[in-house]
């Protein structure tokens, strides 16, 4: 699937549910079954700046494509990283690059969000960007 069609997907699966709190939980959930991130994978160089919370965030290529897993010690933010992973990981680094993440405003996720969790946000989004700029640089 594409980025978009995967955007879409979460885009869909947040309007069945009207209420914050039953939102809230379901990113508690996908948090809950995010895959543990290996703890050789938290370290400092892993650490998201920007985030009041720690999040780690590890990157790995395949075949061309990026690949991404992660953690973090607060469980809204571990959903929020969860629902990033799913909708960028497996796709190249040029399609990462390109992609306007708009669900993002569509779910109306940042601005439920405390302006601290805002800028965390922010900073994995820009942080699996960066990733993305990197893998491209290294490519012939």
């Known amino acids: 699937m594409t980025i978009n069609e995967l955007q879409d997907e979460v885009i869909e ?34 650490l998201i700046d920007g985030c009041q919370s720690r999040v780690w965030l590890q990157c790995d290529e395949q075949e061309g494509k990026l690949y991404f897993t992660a953690d973090s010690d607060a ?6 990283i969860a629902l990033l992973i799913r909708v960028v990981s497996g796709h190249t680094p040029q399609e990462i690059m390109d992609a306007e993440l708009y669900f993002i405003d569509r779910i109306g996720l940042h601005e439920h969000l405390s302006p601290t969790r805002a800028n965390g946000l922010l900073a994995m989004v820009k942080q699996m960007k960066m990733y993305a700029l990197a893998f491209q640089a290294k490519q012939p």
């Open 13 to 46: 699966d947040f309007s069945t549910l009207s209420d914050w709190m039953d939102k809230y939980q379901m990113l508690i959930d996908l948090g809950n079954e995010l895959d543990p991130l290996d703890e050789r994978y938290k370290t400092q160089s892993n």
């Open 75 to 80: 469980l809204i933010v571990k959903g929020i």
